[in-house]
């Protein structure tokens, strides 16, 4: 399970305060990702980053923002803006691994934030 | 962008008997599609994957089928055994960029297997 660590496991923020979740990495790993889960909608999609300094939205990224100055880490700001904010967070990276059959693109989970606003 | 559906939401297996989970996908080309587990409180992990070259993987007791002309793939879990139980999701990827892939998760189907 080492690897991608996310802190703090459980984070309580008032309504209209801004929070910063973590995510760091020591896999090598240049690409990373970071999902929101909610009961019955699976895992969707907030933001990614393919290479340090570079990231890209997801589906779901407004109220949200990002930055990747290093590779292991990926921080994610829930902002004032985010509307629905309680949720629990993932964070994955990912790596290709060349095996017999072709290439497989696995990503590496984090153990989650779960997040509340209240 | 891609969409992917998942069927069904929740799932009861006898122990012993098999588990079929299936997924459609909208984007003709997606061509990598894994399947990720999660059990309760834990992080997903790739369980199996196919990508759209294959037709079919197995791997011990977890096999995974693609259709690409009619866009839908299976997960298929033969002799369940209590362990089996847990989340699991499928994903299908639409954007290749630099080897690693955007994946668009399903919602999830909650298997329970009923000892």
């Known amino acids: 399970d080492g690897g991608i660590t996310q802190s703090p496991k459980y984070l309580f923020r008032k309504e209209g305060q801004n929070v910063t979740l973590s995510c760091e990495q020591n896999?090598?790993?240049?690409?990373m990702y970071w999902y929101r889960q909610d009961p019955g909608q699976g895992l969707r999609l907030i933001y990614y980053s393919q290479i340090v300094n570079d990231f890209q939205k997801g589906d779901i990224a407004e109220g949200y923002s990002v930055s990747r100055e290093k590779k292991e880490s990926f921080p994610l700001t829930v902002t004032s803006a985010q509307k629905n904010p309680t949720a629990f967070y993932l964070c994955?990276?990912?790596?290709?691994?060349?095996?017999?059959?072709?290439?497989?693109?696995?990503?590496?989970f984090g153990p989650g934030t779960r997040l509340t606003v209240l | 962008g891609e969409n992917v559906e998942q069927h069904p939401s929740t799932l009861s297996v006898q122990e012993g008997d098999s588990a079929v989970i299936k997924c459609t996908y909208s984007?003709?080309?997606?061509?990598?599609f894994p399947w990720y587990k999660q059990e309760l409180g834990k992080r997903p992990q790739l369980i199996i994957d196919?990508?759209?070259?294959?037709g079919e993987k197995k791997d011990q007791r977890i096999a995974v089928t693609l259709n690409k002309t009619a866009k839908h793939f299976s997960l298929h879990i033969t002799e369940t055994q209590p362990e089996d139980s847990a989340v699991y999701f499928c994903a299908a990827s639409s954007q290749p960029y630099f080897g690693n892939e955007k994946l668009t998760f399903g919602t999830g189907t909650r298997l329970t297997i009923i000892p």
């Open positions: 196919i990508r759209s070259n294959v």
């Open positions: 896999l090598n790993h240049d690409a």
């Open positions: 994955a990276s990912s790596i290709v691994v060349g095996l017999a059959g072709g290439l497989s693109y696995e990503q590496f």
């Open positions: 984007d003709s080309a997606s061509n990598y």
